[in-house]
C-alpha cells in the first residue's frame, strides 16, 4: 500500500519569498520577471502559471519532476540570496501560493503564483534606487533591469519603479529600499504604482511624480553634459584652424 502525504486546504493562499531579475519587453509594453536559477529562462508575469522548463506535457508541480515556481517560507532566507555577487541587482518578492503545491521545509514549489510586492535595492553607486535601467543582458524579446538612481540612469532604457509596477499589473506594488538618498531624486519610500489601461498617469500619486521628474531631470543633465562637451571639442578644433 503506498502512503501519500495529507493534503493540505489552506483557508488562504500561503505566502511566500524568492528573488528575482526584472524584465521589460523588447517594445516596452510590459513588465515581468525571470527566476536566478531553474527557469531563468522563461519569464513571467504578475500572476502567471508556471511550466515545466524541460518541456514535459505534465502539469507543474510533478512530484518526479523540479518544474514549478518554487519561493522559501521565510524572508530573511531569500534576503539572504540578495549578498551573493550574480544576485546583486535582483529584487526580493513577496508572492500569494496558488494552485497545487507541494510543501517543503524551506519552501514550496507550486503550480501558480501572485506577486504582491517587489523590493527594489540601491542602486550600484550606492544611492537609493528611483527607476530600473537596462542591465546589459536579458532574453529573446525581454530586457533585463536593474535598480539604478536618479543620477545614474542617463541614456539607458528605463522605467520608473511606479512605471513598472502599472506595466506589470495585477496591483503590484514597488518599493525602493537601502541605499542612501540621492542628489538627482526623493529619498525614497513606497513609489509602487497602477496604471490605466492606457498607460496614462491618471492614477499617479506625489511620490510617483517626483520619481518621474527625476528621472526626466537626470537624463536632461546628462544630454546638457553630452552638448557642453561637444561644444567644448568644437571650439578648440576652431582655435587649432
Known amino acids: 500500500?503506498?502512503?501519500?502525504?495529507?493534503?493540505?486546504?489552506?483557508?488562504?493562499?500561503?505566502?511566500?519569498?524568492?528573488?528575482?531579475?526584472?524584465?521589460?519587453?523588447?517594445?516596452?509594453?510590459?513588465?515581468?520577471?525571470?527566476?536566478?536559477?531553474?527557469?531563468?529562462?522563461?519569464?513571467?508575469?504578475?500572476?502567471?502559471?508556471?511550466?515545466?522548463?524541460?518541456?514535459?506535457?505534465?502539469?507543474?508541480?510533478?512530484?518526479?519532476?523540479?518544474?514549478?515556481?518554487?519561493?522559501?517560507?521565510?524572508?530573511?532566507?531569500?534576503?539572504?540570496?540578495?549578498?551573493?555577487?550574480?544576485?546583486?541587482?535582483a529584487v526580493l518578492l513577496e508572492v500569494s501560493v496558488l494552485g497545487a503545491c507541494i510543501r517543503f521545509e524551506r519552501g514550496f514549489r507550486y503550480a501558480r503564483q501572485r506577486v504582491r510586492t517587489a523590493a527594489v535595492g540601491p542602486c550600484a553607486c550606492g544611492a537609493r534606487a528611483a527607476a530600473l535601467a537596462d542591465a546589459g543582458w536579458g532574453r529573446p524579446g525581454w530586457r533585463a533591469l536593474a535598480p539604478a538612481c536618479a543620477g545614474c540612469v542617463r541614456a539607458r532604457t528605463s522605467v520608473s519603479l511606479a512605471g513598472f509596477a502599472g506595466l506589470a499589473g495585477a496591483g503590484l506594488r514597488v518599493s525602493a529600499t537601502g541605499g542612501r538618498p540621492s542628489r538627482g531624486g526623493p529619498a525614497g519610500g513606497d513609489v509602487g504604482g497602477v496604471l490605466d489601461g492606457a498607460g496614462a498617469a491618471a492614477g499617479f500619486g506625489v511620490f510617483e511624480l517626483v520619481a518621474e521628474a527625476a528621472l526626466l531631470q537626470a537624463r536632461l543633465d546628462w544630454f546638457q553634459t553630452q552638448l557642453a562637451r561637444l561644444g567644448d571639442r568644437g571650439a578648440e578644433g576652431g582655435a587649432e584652424s
Open 1 to 89: 500500500m503506498r502512503l501519500g502525504l495529507p493534503a493540505e486546504r489552506p483557508t488562504e493562499p500561503p505566502t511566500g519569498y524568492k528573488i528575482a531579475h526584472p524584465m521589460l519587453s523588447q517594445g516596452g509594453t510590459r513588465a515581468g520577471f525571470t527566476g536566478v536559477s531553474l527557469g531563468g529562462a522563461l519569464p513571467y508575469g504578475v500572476l502567471d502559471d508556471a511550466s515545466c522548463v524541460y518541456g514535459r506535457r505534465h502539469r507543474p508541480p510533478a512530484r518526479l519532476c523540479d518544474c514549478g515556481f518554487h519561493c522559501v517560507h521565510d524572508r530573511t532566507a531569500a534576503e539572504a540570496l540578495l549578498c551573493t555577487v550574480e544576485h546583486r541587482a
